[in-house]
């Protein structure tokens, strides 16, 4: 619920004064907002915030479900708290018979929403689509919702990538999202969509640069976000950079990890570089066709504007230790402490 809808909500019953030069708010002059005290909440119940609801709506609600004992009392306590503007739609699970205040903060309270996606950073599209099916879309109605899509100018599939959702990967951008219920696939899916046109555009990714499309950009960026940290970013961007002009090979751990669907792992072994796959790295010289991942914004950032630097390898030693250099031995030497950090278990168990 944006502020504008908000106010404009109110204006009918909040008289507004100034008094020496400062602004208050007298609410439901004449009449009386009762309200429960602070005590013993009652059972949850599901509260539905449809998307645009204004404050009035949702006090009804919530008084229509045994939430507050008026919808005075939350109106009050809304006007008077400016995160109210922020209460997200969706299906909110709030306990009955509670103070106006406190169904506030339940509202605010997202790990209460029940249909809320969390999308992280470097989620795979087909992650995100399980995360929707899980909230019980079926593989149809996403089926169908893709092929609605309208995709940002430069950004669209143009048949090279595997089968399934990886076509569309790396233009939904990675947030949270929440929804009212019944909000159909195509409504969620080009939410997202927009949100990254958005980001891309801020970025400069949309724009390109004398080296680069926007989709290559798009490709670097979640290469960054797959193989380091935010502090790492430009370096990493750096390095593919600096490969792609010398011939060498990405030769990157994570493009193989994209193609075997693989996990939490550092470890990589020689069998697994010679998958067969345009994304394979280790086999085929330049960027993989598309992006590996759905990248963050800091990753975007990185893909347009690389920390200058000459570097051509890099490695994390242990983690929370990356380290770059031009030099191939003493990337050998960094790569035998890794190893013998790998073995000692400073990395999890090897999978």
């Known amino acids: 619920?944006?502020?504008?809808?908000?106010?404009?909500?109110?204006?009918?019953?909040?008289?507004?004064?100034?008094?020496?030069?400062?602004?208050?708010?007298?609410?439901?002059?004449?009449?009386?907002?009762?309200?429960?005290?602070?005590?013993?909440?009652?059972?949850?119940?599901?509260?539905?915030?449809?998307?645009?609801?204004?404050?009035?709506?949702?006090?009804?609600?919530?008084?229509?479900?045994?939430?507050?004992?008026?919808?005075?009392a939350f109106f009050a306590a809304a006007v008077a708290d400016p995160r109210s503007t922020s209460i997200a739609p969706g299906a909110h699970r709030i306990n009955q018979h509670i103070p106006a205040k406190e169904a506030l903060a339940q509202l605010l309270d997202t790990t209460r929403i029940s249909n809320l996606l969390r999308i992280v950073e470097g989620s795979w599209t087909d992650e995100i689509f399980a995360q929707l099916r899980a909230q019980g879309y079926t593989k149809l109605q996403l089926d169908?919702?893709?092929?609605?899509?309208?995709?940002?100018?430069?950004?669209?599939?143009?048949?090279?990538?595997?089968?399934?959702?990886?076509?569309?990967?790396?233009?939904?951008?990675?947030?949270?999202?929440s929804f009212a219920r019944g909000t159909s696939a195509i409504t969620i899916l080009q939410n997202m969509m927009d949100r990254f046109a958005v980001e891309a555009k801020a970025s400069g990714i949309s724009a390109g640069t004398a080296d680069f499309k926007p989709k290559q950009l798009l490709t670097i960026a979640s290469l960054v976000q797959a193989e380091g940290g935010p502090s790492d970013f430009g370096k990493i961007s750096q390095v593919i950079?600096?490969?792609?002009?010398?011939?060498?090979?990405?030769?990157?751990?994570?493009?193989?990890?994209?193609?075997?669907?693989?996990?939490?792992?550092?470890?990589?072994?020689?069998?697994?570089?010679?998958?067969?796959?345009?994304?394979?790295?280790?086999?085929?010289?330049?960027?993989?066709?598309?992006p590996i991942d759905n990248p963050g914004r800091a990753a975007m950032n990185a893909?347009?504007?690389?920390?200058?630097?000459?570097?051509?390898?890099?490695?994390?030693?242990?983690?929370?230790?990356?380290?770059?250099?031009?030099?191939?031995?003493?990337?050998?030497?960094?790569?035998?402490?890794?190893?013998?950090?790998?073995?000692s278990g400073a990395f999890g168990k090897k999978s």
């Open 1 to 72: 619920m944006s502020k504008k809808t908000f106010w404009r909500l109110i204006a009918g019953v909040v008289v507004l004064g100034l008094i020496s030069g400062g602004i208050y708010l007298v609410l439901n002059r004449g009449g009386s907002n009762p309200d429960f005290v602070t005590g013993s909440p009652g059972a949850e119940v599901i509260v539905d915030v449809p998307d645009g609801a204004t404050g009035s709506e949702i006090a009804k609600t919530l008084f229509d479900k045994g939430v507050v004992r008026s919808s005075g």
């Open 241 to 290: 950079r600096n490969r792609l002009k010398l011939g060498m090979q990405l030769q990157l751990d994570t493009t193989i990890h994209y193609i075997t669907r693989t996990r939490g792992s550092v470890f990589l072994s020689t069998d697994a570089t010679h998958t067969a796959s345009p994304y394979n790295t280790y086999l085929h010289y330049g960027l993989p066709p598309g």
């Open 144 to 177: 169908e919702a893709v092929r609605r899509l309208n995709f940002p100018v430069g950004f669209g599939s143009d048949g090279i990538y595997p089968q399934g959702y990886s076509g569309w990967e790396g233009v939904f951008f990675p947030a949270q999202y």
């Open 303 to 343: 893909a347009v504007n690389p920390v200058p630097g000459n570097w051509t390898y890099f490695i994390t030693v242990k983690p929370g230790d990356t380290r770059f250099t031009d030099s191939n031995s003493q990337f050998l030497i960094w790569k035998g402490e890794y190893e013998k950090n790998l073995a």
